[in-house]
């Protein structure tokens, strides 16, 4: 959902504008496929739906597998060809140099006439994890310099575009993790740019405790922070998983699986295909390594996120989300206003309304409106910044945190610019950039509180009220000095970078889920994809 708003006197106008569902493609690798086609109809039949990828490895000793691609087409999905720059027999045989100097372009470009002559795109992905020791290609093996691989990469798409191949699909994909872990080796810096690249992918794997060096991390943590450096780096690009999957030891397997639609959809709504590596290998990566995990695979397919297909895949084209910068107006109070919990002088304000999935930006187990949305307004005169929240929570007052812990449970974080001209692009806190939190408490021992981090305190002179709603949610409102921001006070027009968060806690008694206005789940250290707040 689209939302531009409008803001004419103190009255604030949402026009919204519907786009159609998001999907997230469904990809997997097979040992043994797409050579023998029956691996791909027995991974439909355990997890209840059809791929729109079939994904697989060919080295350079071979030649294009045009009847394989053709099995894939025929099947009704997208193929992808890991295609790895060495022969499988011979390590040493191909060097990047001699990629660029020529000495492989009569190979290359047979590859490239042959996929001109097949009437579906066809995806490649050369030297991919480049970010690591374990291949010719990488970055470490070609005196730590992204540039020849840039080069490379660059003279293999240049002779697909001189032969006309345009239905080949190249994807750029860097390990989410970088090792040897140094600034020669910042996979950003191998990037070969916008005309050289179609698609940007990640591979990644939750190794659980199967390695001395691994330990258990969700889906989340595995590229989270990868995919939002990508899309901001270049948002015209889409983004898959190109490969993934999960060990059995060390954690929940089953569990990590049924988590990955929420991310999909939150943190990760950025990622428009996800491609599962189902062998057995290190570990068991299958999506059948157990029972209970099979069935937790099939039940995440059964998310309409997941409905997309291979005739889509063939023609998406990805809608590139241009960063918003939506207002919300702070109206002048005409009396004090009374922090009681009640909203009663509320009446006239201008509520910011989170009542959508699309604020849904952190977190899983988000189960609708009922579970967590809500409104909030903002009012000034000059002495206070005055903050009212109607929130909607199944379980609400789940906070048993104090002072900068306040967020890790039911709670609104709020951040603010108190200089009008600070550059709304910088992407880390500046002098007058603020981040304020209201915790709920628990209704019991612990009370409502505020906090602020840069200050490490509560602002001396604010005030903070918390009504529960039965069990359907709950009322806040809270005021804060502006003597506590220093010398700013607003008048009339003035406009400052803002946003603002639902934490939620509910089972655990931690925050779980996270809605928020304008930014993502980095909006607490980034101003860059911060609103703007205009006092009216």
Not at 459 to 466: C, R
Request: glycine residues 8%; neutral net charge; proline residues 5%.
């Amino acid at each position: 959902m689209i939302k531009k708003l409008l803001v004419v006197g103190c009255l604030l106008f949402v026009v919204s504008c519907a786009n159609a569902e998001k999907n997230v493609f469904i990809g997997v690798f097979r040992e043994g496929a797409p050579r023998n086609m029956n691996y791909i109809k027995q991974f439909e039949a355990q997890a209840g739906i059809k791929p729109a990828m079939v994904m697989w490895y060919q080295d350079w000793a071979q030649e294009f597998p045009k009847a394989d691609v053709v099995k894939v087409v025929n099947s009704g999905a997208v193929p992808q060809i890991v295609w790895e720059p060495w022969y499988w027999s011979d390590h040493s045989k191909i060097k990047l140099n001699d990629i660029i100097s020529g000495k492989w372009d009569s190979y290359i470009r047979s590859w490239a006439k042959a996929i001109k002559e097949v009437d579906s795109p066809v995806f490649l992905r050369p030297g991919h994890e480049f970010n690591i020791d374990g291949y010719p290609w990488g970055i470490v093996n070609n005196d730590k310099k992204p540039d020849l691989y840039i080069k490379a990469f660059r003279h293999i798409v240049d002779i697909f575009k001189n032969e006309k191949a345009v239905n080949a699909k190249f994807v750029w994909a860097p390990m989410n993790y970088s090792f040897p872990k140094e600034a020669w080796n910042d996979w950003t810096r191998a990037y070969p740019g916008g005309k050289y690249v179609d698609w940007i992918g990640f591979d990644g794997y939750n190794w659980g405790t199967t390695q001395s060096w691994s330990s258990w991390q969700s889906f989340k943590d595995l590229f989270r922070d990868q995919v939002r450096q990508a899309k901001k780096l270049w948002p015209d690009k889409p983004v898959m998983i190109a490969e993934f999957a999960a060990a059995e030891q060390g954690g929940d397997k089953a569990g990590w699986i049924k988590e990955i639609p929420d991310y999909l959809k939150s943190s990760l709504s950025n990622v428009d295909m996800i491609i599962w590596f189902d062998q057995k290998k290190e570990t068991d990566w299958r999506i059948d390594s157990s029972v209970k995990t099979l069935h937790a695979f099939k039940e995440i397919m059964q998310d309409p996120i997941f409905s997309g297909t291979g005739k889509k895949l063939a023609g998406y084209a990805s809608l590139a989300a241009k960063p918003v910068k939506n207002i919300v107006a702070a109206c002048k109070a005409t009396t004090a206003v009374t922090i009681d919990g009640k909203l009663d002088e509320w009446a006239g304000s201008v509520p910011l309304v989170m009542k959508d999935a699309s604020f849904f930006k952190e977190g899983v187990g988000w189960t609708g409106l009922a579970d967590l949305s809500g409104k909030i307004s903002l009012m000034w005169d000059d002495a206070y910044l005055y903050v009212g929240a109607d929130v909607t929570d199944r379980i609400p007052l789940v906070n048993k945190k104090e002072r900068g812990d306040i967020w890790n449970g039911d709670a609104i974080e709020m951040v603010l610019s108190t200089n009008p001209n600070a550059d709304q692009k910088r992407e880390s806190f500046a002098l007058g950039d603020y981040q304020v939190g209201f915790g709920t408490g628990d209704g019991k021992g612990n009370n409502p509180s505020i906090w602020n981090w840069q200050r490490r305190r509560v602002p001396q002179g604010s005030e903070i009220a918390v009504k529960k709603i039965d069990n359907s949610g709950y009322v806040l409102e809270a005021k804060i000095p502006w003597a506590f921001f220093g010398t700013f006070i607003p008048v009339p027009g003035t406009k400052v970078g803002f946003d603002i968060a639902f934490d939620d806690a509910d089972h655990s008694g931690l925050r779980e889920k996270q809605f928020i206005w304008n930014g993502d789940y980095y909006f607490y250290r980034d101003p860059s994809v911060w609103g703007i707040l205009e006092f009216k």
